[in-house]
Antibody
Framework: QVQLVQSGAEVKKPGASVKVSCKAS????????INWVRQATGQGLEWMGW????????GYAQKFQGRVTMTRNTSISTAYMELSSLRSEDTAVYYC??????????????WGQGTLVTVSS | QSVLTQPPSVSAAPGQKVTISCSGS????????VSWYQQLPGTAPKLLIY???KRPSGIPDRFSGSKSGTSATLGITGLQTGDEADYYC??????????FGTGTKVTVL
């Protein structure tokens, strides 16, 4: 079965960077896009960007351009999302999510368990 | 911040039906498929509907989706206490960036 297992909770200081991992299993990692979505406590879902694990191509939400980097290591079926210049407003649960179907615009259909990132001085 | 507008909350008694609207524009819903997600408290979102009206395997037919022009609707019939959750619509915009709705809390009275 498809599984996405994310790394554990992080506490970071303002200005620092965080790198969240997402290990995939149960399918061919390079066949489906990976999206990253975040959710602040009590708030809605916010899409951050996508990555094609086969090509490494990425697309980022304008809000995060210049601060976010999505990468992958195909040898271990793992995707990464790094967010830099952290501020308190970045405190949120970060999710990775696999496209439901192989097509590029398929909605996120399988989600990781989420990683809480807390930014605090 | 979100470009897709949903009602903050809807409610109904067990066994009844609720509908949740999602309003967008020609640059998003009007020219792209809509998906719907259910998020139970403390859990990750779950895909309920994709391509406007298709259900992933395992999703009961009590959940249905439709789209007309620049709006979409999620319907839930035979409402159950387990349906109490937040529901989000989603689609892509003209720049192939995904956008989500503002979210709707469903309460079973």
């Amino acid at each position: 079965q498809v599984q996405l297992v994310q790394s554990g909770a992080e506490v970071k200081k303002p200005g620092a960077s965080v790198k969240v991992s997402c290990k995939a299993s149960g399918y061919t990692f390079t066949s489906y896009d990976i999206n990253w979505v975040r959710q602040a406590t009590g708030q809605g879902l916010e899409w951050m960007g996508w990555m094609n694990p086969n090509s490494g191509n990425t697309g980022y939400a304008q809000k995060f351009q210049g601060r976010v980097t999505m990468t992958r290591n195909t040898s271990i079926s793992t995707a990464y999302m790094e967010l830099s210049s952290l501020r308190s407003e970045d405190t949120a649960v970060y999710y990775c999510a696999r496209g439901y179907q192989i097509v590029a615009t398929s909605p996120p259909g399988y989600w990781g368990q989420g990683t809480l990132v807390t930014v605090s001085s | 911040q979100s470009v897709l507008t949903q009602p903050p909350s809807v409610s109904a008694a067990p066994g009844q039906k609720v509908t949740i609207s999602c309003s967008g524009s020609s640059s998003n819903i009007g020219n792209n498929y809509v998906s719907w997600y259910q998020q139970l408290p403390g859990t990750a979102p779950k895909l309920l509907i994709y391509d406007n009206n298709k259900r992933p395997s395992g999703i009961p037919d009590r959940f249905s989706g439709s789209k007309s022009g620049t709006s979409a609707t999620l319907g839930i019939t035979g409402l159950q206490t387990g349906d109490e959750a937040d529901y989000y619509c989603g689609t892509w915009d003209s720049s192939l960036r995904k956008v989500f709705g503002t979210g709707t809390k469903v309460t079973v009275l």
